[in-house]
């Protein structure tokens, strides 16, 4: 394609003219919606993508939401999607962006950046809290994009769907200056990550970050977002909860090297026990402590 620049060396997703027509899975992962519901936005977002896949390599754009202003739910879900539910076709695309009094670290500018991941999935998104930070140890490379960054408040309408899609058709003059990866803030522990529908509490906690008091205790007095329960710990053999009990289980989600713990009420919502709509950047870690019966 002439007139466009060389591309990065680590930029390994497969050459433009290699993508088949109706081909690419974009899946959105954003907060548009507020919470754990649909919003108009991922329509107009949808269509814009649908606009600028002037070669028609677009098969399916599908959403996920996640909680507003939630940097940290939205990169569990980036490497949960693109680490572990992955396939050759799939291309990320998220704008979670801190606002307001939500105390965060990482980027200040909050800029478009796209980075290639070890298995080739491709990630566009802001750099900015713990979007990266599932994904850092797992990316082969990442860089700002270059398009503008101010001028409208729907920048994932106005501007990152095209830029997106230029790249990926091999316009590589808009990605620009590498970034870093050690810039890119570590996964914070203990940390609330996720409410699935059926308000389930999935973490950042794994196993082996457990002491061995907690590990043998049976009963565990758990404290999330100022509230504590006590918990039945079902990672101990014979362990098993009735309905309507808080256990504590090995999670669904964080792959093969270890999955995530969460906190299940059992046909009921962990959510509500603990006052929770949605994670947060700044909420309190989370403290479990073993309970002697």
Same mark, same amino acid.
Request: hydrophobic share 35%; net charge neutral.
């Given at each position: 394609?002439?007139?466009?620049?060389?591309?990065?060396?680590?930029?390994?997703?497969?050459?433009?003219?290699?993508?088949?027509?109706?081909?690419?899975?974009?899946?959105?992962?954003?907060?548009y919606?507020?919470?754990?519901?649909?919003?108009?936005a991922?329509?107009?977002?949808?269509n814009?993508?649908?606009?600028?896949?002037?070669?028609?390599?677009?098969?399916t754009?599908?959403?996920?939401p996640?909680?507003?202003?939630?940097?940290?739910?939205?990169?569990?879900?980036?490497?949960?999607?693109?680490?572990?539910?992955?396939?050759?076709?799939?291309?990320?695309?998220?704008?979670?962006?801190?606002?307001?009094?939500?105390?965060?670290?990482?980027?200040?500018?909050?800029?478009?950046?796209? @980075?290639? #991941?070890? *298995?080739?999935?491709?990630?566009?998104?802001?750099? !900015?809290?713990?979007?990266?930070? %599932?994904?850092? +140890?797992?990316?082969?490379?990442?860089?700002?994009?270059?398009c503008?960054?101010?001028?409208?408040?729907?920048?994932?309408?106005?501007?990152?769907?095209?830029?997106t899609?230029?790249?990926?058709?091999?316009?590589?003059?808009?990605?620009?200056?590498?970034?870093?990866?050690?810039?890119?803030?570590?996964?914070?522990?203990?940390?609330?990550?996720?409410?699935?529908?059926?308000g389930?509490?999935?973490?950042?906690?794994?196993?082996?970050?457990?002491s061995?008091?907690?590990?043998?205790s049976?009963i565990?007095?758990?404290?999330?977002?100022?509230?504590?329960?006590?918990?039945?710990?079902?990672?101990?053999?014979?362990?098993?909860?009735?309905?309507?009990?808080?256990?504590?289980?090995?999670?669904?989600?964080? @792959?093969? #090297?270890? *999955?995530?713990?969460?906190?299940?009420?059992?046909? !009921?919502?962990?959510?509500?026990? %603990?006052?929770? +709509?949605?994670?947060?950047?700044?909420?309190?870690?989370?403290?479990?402590?073993?309970?002697?019966i």
């Amino acid at each position: 394609m002439a007139g466009l620049n060389k591309k990065p060396s680590k930029w390994t997703f497969r050459a433009p003219e290699k993508i088949k027509q109706r081909s690419l899975h974009i899946e959105v992962i954003a907060d548009y919606g507020g919470g754990h519901s649909t919003d108009h936005a991922f329509n107009e977002v949808r269509n814009h993508f649908y606009r600028f896949d002037r070669e028609q390599k677009m098969r399916t754009l599908t959403t996920h939401p996640v909680y507003a202003f939630s940097t940290i739910e939205t990169g569990f879900w980036i490497a949960q999607e693109g680490l572990h539910s992955e396939h050759s076709d799939l291309v990320i695309f998220s704008n979670t962006a801190p606002r307001g009094d939500i105390k965060w670290h990482g980027e200040e500018r909050q800029s478009f950046v796209c @980075g290639i #991941l070890d *298995n080739n999935i491709p990630i566009f998104a802001v750099n !900015a809290g713990y979007n990266l930070s %599932f994904v850092k +140890d797992r990316l082969r490379g990442l860089w700002e994009v270059i398009c503008p960054n101010e001028g409208t408040q729907f920048r994932s309408r106005d501007y990152y769907p095209e830029a997106t899609m230029a790249i990926l058709r091999g316009d590589f003059s808009r990605i620009g200056k590498e970034i870093q990866l050690s810039k890119i803030i570590d996964i914070p522990e203990f940390k609330l990550a996720s409410v699935d529908g059926y308000g389930n509490l999935k973490t950042t906690i794994k196993k082996s970050h457990l002491s061995e008091t907690v590990l043998k205790s049976k009963i565990i007095r758990v404290t999330i977002n100022g509230y504590s329960h006590f918990a039945l710990n079902t990672l101990i053999d014979n362990v098993n909860g009735k309905i309507y009990d808080l256990c504590m289980f090995q999670g669904s989600s964080g @792959g093969r #090297l270890g *999955n995530y713990l969460e906190f299940v009420r059992l046909q !009921a919502r962990a959510c509500d026990d %603990f006052k929770i +709509d949605g994670p947060i950047d700044d909420m309190e870690p989370i403290v479990i402590e073993p309970v002697k019966i």
